[in-house]
């Protein structure tokens, strides 16, 4: 079945500093994968998908991620952050098998302090 | 074009009573998913409907919970006689097609309470 494992409960870096969140994926084939951000009170904003092509790949916000299919990893990265990234940030991955509800990782809360 | 609308944005019930949450796809969008969030928790899966069609409740619960997305109006998420483990922010999306790769758009989410 799948499942999704973000390691990281909360994370706190600086401003300007550099942003890697981690995401691991159970899967059979090839996934479809995704990154949602989820600011406070408010619904979820897709960052950036993957499904087939370029193992890396850019979305909004100056967010990028990597598939990695040997590490099963899907991790997300910004070079610099800033304090407006403050947010949880959810990966998920598709049901697959036709099917295409989605399966959300315990997501990652992130801190930018000054 | 306006994104998907959830309302109530709250809604508090007490033990035993129902709760009806309404979901308005984006324009366009004919396929609707509702999510469950409970307390430090990512998202889970409930239902995903096309007007007049469930086409996949594995998530939801055996009791209490029904869904419906009319051909005319929202999709209605209605739990009856609720307990206190209801309490939850329960998030609708939207997506114009039913293929894997479209991209599912999200509502702000009903936080439910049962008091």
């Known amino acids: 079945a799948q499942s999704v494992t973000q390691p990281d409960i909360h994370i706190t870096v600086s401003e300007g500093a550099s942003l890697e969140l981690r995401c691991n994926y159970s899967y059979g084939a090839t996934p479809y994968l995704f990154w949602y951000v989820q600011s406070p009170g408010q619904g979820l904003q897709l960052l950036l998908k993957y499904f087939s092509g370029d193992t890396l790949v850019q979305g909004i916000k100056g967010f990028e991620a990597e598939f990695k299919r040997s590490q099963s990893s899907f991790n997300l990265r910004k070079p610099s952050v800033h304090w407006s990234d403050a947010a949880e940030y959810f990966c998920?991955?598709?049901?697959?098998?036709?099917?295409?509800?989605?399966?959300f990782g315990t997501g990652t809360r992130l801190t930018v302090i000054p | 074009n306006a994104g998907v609308m959830q309302n109530p944005r709250h809604l508090v019930r007490r033990r035993g009573q129902e709760a009806r949450l309404r979901c308005s796809p984006m324009?366009?969008?004919?396929?609707v998913y509702w999510y469950r969030q409970l307390p430090e928790e990512g998202l889970k899966f409930m239902v995903y409907l096309q007007k007049e069609n469930i086409i996949d409740e594995s998530g939801m619960p055996k009791e209490r919970f029904s869904a419906e997305f009319p051909k005319e109006g929202p999709s209605i998420l209605r739990i009856q006689q609720v307990v206190r483990g209801d309490s939850a922010a329960y998030f609708c999306?939207?997506?114009?097609?039913?293929?894997?790769?479209?991209?599912?758009?999200f509502g702000p989410g009903t936080r439910l309470t049962v008091l």
């Open positions: 998920a991955v598709g049901a697959g098998n036709g099917a295409n509800n989605l399966f």
């Open positions: 324009k366009g969008h004919s396929h």
């Open positions: 999306a939207s997506s114009r097609s039913g293929s894997p790769t479209d991209e599912q758009f």
